[in-house]
């Protein structure tokens, strides 16, 4: 079986505006074929045949039918979901048909699209009103059995319609009347006694049923249509496929457990159908992922602005004129009178005036005379007319041509075959489902055996006393289990409540749903050691490495009457550099935790302890004030004897600087000293009287003091420079220290 498909976009505007028809005339009959072909009869509507529902907000919907030759199939959408239907639709025409376009409402108000229309059903016209529009146009007319002085049937054009007084009794009504050209000549038809009329002229028939149509779907404000326009000939099967918003597929799962026996897993989807529409018998998918889905404005009109370019040579069009020169060149005149007559038409030489050639209304040598000027006239306006046809109808059918090949894309692979899901899961129902509108159901997809131990899991940061019941199952089942609830039962009563993330299939899982009242754990935590396991010197940096190491202590005690199988879940803290040591090894580790397993019989007591360590690298730059730290690190047993050394060699240092730095100290203690008593003599001097003995005594005193400041100035600035020279040289010993 042979198919075309197309990949939508669509064409049309809008539902409805066709070709808007005037008066009727000759030029438009010859066009009416073709318009009464497009606007076929709308074909019965689509029912959908498949839903394919994710777990991203979308859902696949397909719908497929018969048709016959050229159809209309009309579709309602709400408008929220017709961005998302030009963005996703596919059409399908088997047995050699086409797509010929999809049309679909504007947003414009329905008062403008009406108005678009031959024929206006704007204000709810009357029947005269509806007449009225189409003065000129040829009708069929079918009168009532009892219309007085007119025959069954009358056929002519509209002229008009005006009202007329009657009398009825004694007194007189208005009546409104058809004025109508018919074979006969002018004939005037009450319009109370028309049973029947019909335009002759098919276009208005389809503008009309079109403006129908636009009325009937403006009901529901909040629809929008969608017109599939259909090609080919004889009974053929089409469908449509689109993606569109719809509520996410979800599941719940019943788990239950009994002694001896594998866990059974029965699972349920739960499906909404939100849509307006019945679901009967449709072949429903699910698909366990969530592939990436946008919305898109493809429905509003969108503009760009675009600049507005000046021509750049607009001033050099303007004509520039010229004044002559004051004398005339006859020569140059009479060349350009020759030039002038051999560009006069008719080829004579000469314009064919009576009294300039010779020749009166005639052309020129061995040329015939023109023909009147109005047949020329009209010759030339056919022979346009005819080649402005010719041309038009080369460019229509160029443009036809390239659309055609633009749409064609029967050459591209069908990308939506079965199987076709890379890492989904398909879950496809059996058999057909029907759900009536604004329904949900649930459907079963699951129903196994699954491999399971019953375990009971402790988290101090859950439950701080009693560990969880919980069991844990490896995914035998062969499906992908979406998210979802769990109730677990025990053998047929109800155990718990719990819930699984998404499992893969094959993959490992905990599920915990009620407290394990039977074992108690009591965690622990002991005080944490350091020790120095190395000390390094690179360049006067000193790093030290110092093991932590932590222990927590679990312990146990199961006073059930059944054996435990224990899981304690302990924090993971490798991202801290922690590692286990002394400790078994975990039978489970995540992101988050390690998983420890143990065995705890019947009335047991025991304990778990978790140790764990981690190294703490500590660095120190040696400096001149950092003696005691110098003798912290030498007294360190993991200290090399070289670093040791090295470190009493900076400590001798340090001590001929510090000699020089005391040494220096006094001297200046011994200046300030010196300097206090002068400024006391020299008080002393100025309350003295010269003439008194003590007066010579401080100047003698003063004079011996400026002695020994002398010397004394004289040895600071030695013992200046021998200082920097030694805080240097230990400076420089420290940075330049390594092992």
Request: glycine share 8%.
């Amino acid at each position: 079986m042979r198919k075309q498909w197309l990949l939508v976009a669509p064409l049309v505007g809008a539902v409805g505006v066709g070709v808007t028809v005037g008066v009727g005339t000759d030029k438009l009959l010859g066009a009416a074929d073709a318009v009464a072909k497009q606007d076929v009869k709308p074909a019965v509507t689509l029912p959908i045949t498949r839903v394919v529902l994710f777990n991203s907000g979308v859902g696949y919907f397909s719908r497929s039918g018969e048709v016959v030759d050229d159809a209309r199939v009309d579709l309602t959408f709400p408008e929220q979901d017709i961005n998302d239907l030009l963005k996703s639709m596919v059409l399908e025409d088997f047995n050699n048909g086409r797509i010929a376009a999809v049309s679909y409402d504007s947003r414009e108000p329905i008062s403008r699209t009406l108005s678009s229309f031959a024929i206006n059903l704007n204000n709810n016209p009357t029947f005269a009103g509806i007449v009225s529009q189409m003065r000129g146009e040829r009708i069929e007319v079918v009168m009532t059995p009892g219309a007085t002085n007119q025959p069954g049937k009358l056929s002519g054009v509209i002229v008009g319609v005006e009202p007329q007084k009657e009398a009825k009794g004694n007194t007189t009504v208005d009546v409104e009347v058809l004025n109508m050209w018919c074979a006969e000549g002018l004939r005037s038809v009450k319009l109370t006694e028309i049973q029947q009329l019909k335009f002759s002229n098919p276009v208005i028939e389809s503008e009309f049923r079109r403006a129908l149509d636009v009325l009937a779907l403006s009901h529901d404000s909040l629809k929008k249509a969608v017109s599939l326009h259909f090609a080919g000939d004889g009974k053929r099967k089409v469908q449509v496929g689109y993606v569109i918003e719809a509520p996410i597929w979800k599941t719940s799962y019943r788990l239950v457990m009994a002694e001896k026996e594998k866990p059974y897993l029965q699972g349920w989807a739960l499906v909404e159908n939100p849509t307006d529409e019945d679901w009967a018998g449709v072949k429903m998918a699910l698909i366990s992922g969530r592939p990436i889905s946008f919305r898109m404005d493809l429905y509003n009109p969108l503009y760009i602005n675009r600049p507005t370019v000046e021509p750049e040579l607009f001033a050099s069009l303007r004509p520039v004129t010229y004044r002559g020169g004051f004398k005339g060149d006859e020569k140059q005149n009479a060349v350009a009178l020759e030039s002038l007559q051999k560009a006069m038409p008719m080829g004579g030489g000469k314009p064919a005036a009576a009294g300039f050639g010779g020749r009166g209304a005639g052309g020129g040598p061995g040329m015939p005379a023109p023909a009147a000027p109005e047949a020329a006239a009209l010759r030339l306006a056919d022979a346009s007319d005819h080649e402005q046809y010719e041309a038009r109808k080369k460019h229509a059918a160029d443009v036809g041509r390239e659309l055609g090949n633009r749409l064609a894309t029967g050459s591209v692979g069908n990308a939506a075959t079965a199987g076709a899901l890379g890492d989904f899961f398909q879950y496809t129902i059996d058999h057909p489902v029907s759900l009536a509108r604004q329904k949900s159901a649930m459907l079963p997809i699951v129903g196994k055996e699954i491999e399971g131990q019953r375990v009971s899991i402790y988290n101090v940061n859950v439950q701080k006393t009693h560990p969880l019941l919980g069991l844990k199952f490896k995914n035998t089942s062969g499906a992908h289990l979406n998210q979802g609830p769990i109730t677990v039962f025990e053998g047929s009563v109800y155990a718990g409540d719990t819930r699984v993330l998404d499992v893969q299939p094959n993959e490992e899982r905990l599920v915990s749903y009620a407290i394990d009242l039977g074992t108690e754990v009591d965690p622990q935590n002991t005080p944490g050691s350091q020790k120095i396991t190395s000390v390094k010197a690179v360049r006067g940096i000193v790093t030290t490495h110092t093991k932590l190491t932590e222990e927590k202590k679990y312990r146990i005690i199961n006073r059930s009457q059944t054996d435990r199988t224990l899981l304690i879940e302990h924090a993971n803290r490798t991202n801290q550099q922690f590692k286990l040591v002394d400790t078994e090894k975990p039978m489970e580790d995540t992101p988050d935790l390690y998983r420890f397993q143990t065995a705890v019989k019947a009335g047991e007591t025991k304990s778990f302890t978790v140790k764990e360590e981690r190294d703490i690298a500590t660095t120190i730059t040696l400096t001149n004030s950092a003696e005691g730290q110098i003798r912290y690190f030498i007294s360190l047993s993991e200290a090399s004897p070289a670093l040791k050394q090295k470190l009493k060699d900076a400590l001798e240092l340090k001590g001929t600087w510090d000699v020089t730095q005391r040494e220096l100290s006094q001297v200046v203690a011994d200046l300030n000293r010196l300097n206090a008593d002068q400024d006391r003599i020299r008080k002393n001097l100025r309350e003295t009287p010269k003439e008194a003995e003590v007066y010579q005594t401080y100047l003698k005193k003063l004079s011996d003091q400026e002695k020994e400041i002398d010397g004394l100035t004289t040895k600071q600035k030695k013992l200046m420079g021998d200082e920097f020279t030694a805080r240097k040289k230990f400076d420089d010993y420290l940075a330049n220290i390594s092992d």
